[in-house]
């Protein structure tokens, strides 16, 4: 596996962006120099990233997420 982080990643298996060898590996994620648990997906080139909003549910079940804009640095948990 490479040392390198996809500029973007996302936590649920119906997206193009879901990788199951990084996630099973142990991603955090640094938002505006805080660590973030409840991160479901991240882009650092637009710098936003989605988080879920409480325990609200769309009409499909799934949590309700939100977009915040900032700085965004992922990193290997495990390393």
Same mark, same amino acid.
């Given at each position: 596996?490479?040392?390198?982080?996809?500029?973007?990643?996302?936590?649920?298996?119906?997206?193009?962006?879901?990788? +199951?060898?990084?996630?099973?590996?142990?991603? !955090?994620?640094?938002?505006?120099?805080?660590?973030?648990?409840? %991160? @479901?997906?991240?882009?650092?080139?637009?710098?936003?990233?989605?988080?879920? +909003?409480?325990?609200?549910?769309?009409?499909? !079940?799934?949590?309700?997420?939100?977009?915040?804009?900032?700085? %965004? @640095?992922?990193?290997?948990?495990?390393?």
């Amino acid at each position: 596996m490479t040392d390198t982080l996809p500029d973007r990643l996302c936590n649920d298996p119906r997206s193009p962006y879901y990788d +199951a060898d990084l996630l099973e590996r142990g991603i !955090g994620i640094r938002f505006n120099g805080v660590e973030r648990t409840n %991160v @479901e997906e991240y882009c650092v080139s637009e710098g936003w990233v989605r988080v879920i +909003a409480g325990k609200a549910l769309d009409r499909r !079940g799934q949590p309700m997420t939100m977009k915040i804009k900032g700085t %965004v @640095e992922p990193f290997f948990r495990n390393d």
